[in-house]
Each structure stands twice: as C-alpha cells, then as structure tokens.
C-alpha cells in the first residue's frame, strides 16, 4: 500500500431526502474498518443509489443529497480523484471485464499501476479468488472468457489484495453463486468495511448492521444484535443444502430426490 493513503477510521453518510422531498429520518451512519452492512429493500428501493453515493463522495450533488465524510471531513480532492488513493472498491452485478488479457497480465498490470512488489501477489490473489468460487480460475484463462461469478471472484480478491480498499460495497454479488459465508469470513478476516446491497436472506442476516430503504430511502437501520442467532443458524443449513446441490448439479449429477443432500 501507497505510504501517502489516507487512514479511514471512519466513513460517516450524512440524509439526504426522499423523492417527495422530505428529509430522511436518521441522524447518521457510521462505517468503520471491520463493520458489516446490508442494504434491503424492494426493487426500486434506491439500494444501488445509496452505495453510488458512497463510491462517488457525493457531496449533496446526486438526486439523494446525501453528504459523505471521511474521518469526519469532506474528502479531500485528490482522495476522490486519484483511483490509486481511492479508499473504495465497488463491485457490481454487472461486472464484465473486456480487456484481452489472460489474468495473470490483468493482474500484473494493476499491481505495476499501484507500483506494489509483485513477488507472490498475483498467486495469492488467485487463490484467495478460488476460494470463492466453484469454478476454479486459472492464471491463463482470458479474462474476457471467465464467467460471472469467476469475475467478481476475482474482483474481491483484487479489491483485498491488490486495491487493498479499506471499504469494498457489493451489489447484489450472490446472484453470480459464489461462496458468500467465505467472501464475508475473509473480508472479515482482513478488517475491510463491507456494504452488501442484497436481496438474499442469508447476506442480510449476516451482516452486523441492516439498512432499510423505501422511496430512495433509509427508512430504518436494524442492529439484532443475538436476536436473530437462531433464524440465522436455520438459514445457514437451508444455504449449504442449496450450495451442496448447485455444486453437485455443476458436476453433472442427476438429482434424483434430496437424499444426501448435506448442510
């Protein structure tokens, strides 16, 4: 990492307003290094809004009029110019990557654009990236060839690795069928700030903190706390089963029943 990056202790989202113009009903959101958000809320809610207002600084220049600190301060220009000094990685749903390269070259060539020692990165990158996903990337495949969950796999891995973003905002990425519980574990693991946009009830419960939206906005925010231990538990075993049969289905298995189906 960049000596001259700033530290984030903390990343603060000040209310905007609603589309009929009222104010939102939250004093602030704080996210500091280790938290764990999930954003929920129907179709049209303002989710991919709220997180598009974290990745671009917006300083009540976006429909939301939302305002974002950093440390307490309106980020310094450089901070939010600079994408070697940005503190954010956002991954979305739609994530394609189009350059002609084998991974390995993507890869290489991001570590030489953060001037980082290259010795092992590119490995461990990969490898952390494997861990998340069923379908093993290899450092010849072409990236333009990789599927999404690969993608995104990889993107998460770069984001730890290379980008080493304090704060990484993920938009919907269970819908690519990657390992979710090892993505958080891991982002956990590394004391990165993770934002979930999700629709997935096992995300969301997941995460330590849970924001509500409606109309374009956050109508609660829901810390449980223990509260939900024991609906998480049964979820997480309903999760496996699901994941043991896509895995098993991915290896061309017929499933005939759900017999030995295991969490």
């Not at 084998?102 to 980082?116: G, W």
């Not at 919907?172 to 946009?197: H, P, Q, T």
Request: glycine share 8%; proline share 4%.
């Amino acid at each position: 990492m960049s000596s001259s990056r700033t530290k984030i202790e903390s990343l603060t989202i000040l209310p905007g307003t609603t589309r009929d113009g009222t104010k939102e009903g939250f004093d602030e959101i704080v996210i500091r290094p280790g938290d764990t958000f999930s954003i929920v809320g129907p179709t049209g809610s303002g989710k991919t809004a709220f997180i598009n207002d974290i990745e671009v600084f917006a300083q009540g220049d976006t429909v939301t009029n939302r305002r974002i600190l950093i440390n307490g301060r309106e980020p310094d220009e450089a901070l939010v110019r600079d994408p070697s000094r940005k503190p954010i990685a956002m991954i979305t749903q739609n994530t394609k990557c189009l350059a002609d390269l084998v991974v390995s070259e993507f890869l290489e060539m991001h570590i030489r654009s953060r001037k980082l020692d290259g010795d092992g990165i590119v490995e461990k990158t990969i490898r952390i990236a494997n861990e998340f996903t069923g379908e093993k990337i290899r450092p010849h495949m072409r990236m333009s060839a990789l599927s999404g969950g690969q993608t995104r796999s990889l993107f998460i891995a770069d984001a730890i690795i290379i980008s080493d973003t304090p704060i990484i905002l993920l938009d919907e990425v269970e819908n690519a069928g990657i390992f979710k519980d090892r993505v958080i574990e891991v982002l956990r693991e590394e004391k990165k700030a993770i934002i979930f946009v999700t629709h997935d009830p096992y995300v969301a419960l997941l995460t330590g903190t849970r924001i509500v939206m409606e109309n374009g906005a956050v109508t609660k925010i829901l810390t449980p706390g223990r509260e939900e231990e024991e609906t998480l538990a049964e979820i997480a075993r309903m999760d496996a089963k699901i994941t043991n049969l896509r895995e098993r289905i991915r290896a061309g298995e017929l499933l005939c029943g759900l017999e030995g189906v295991e969490a």
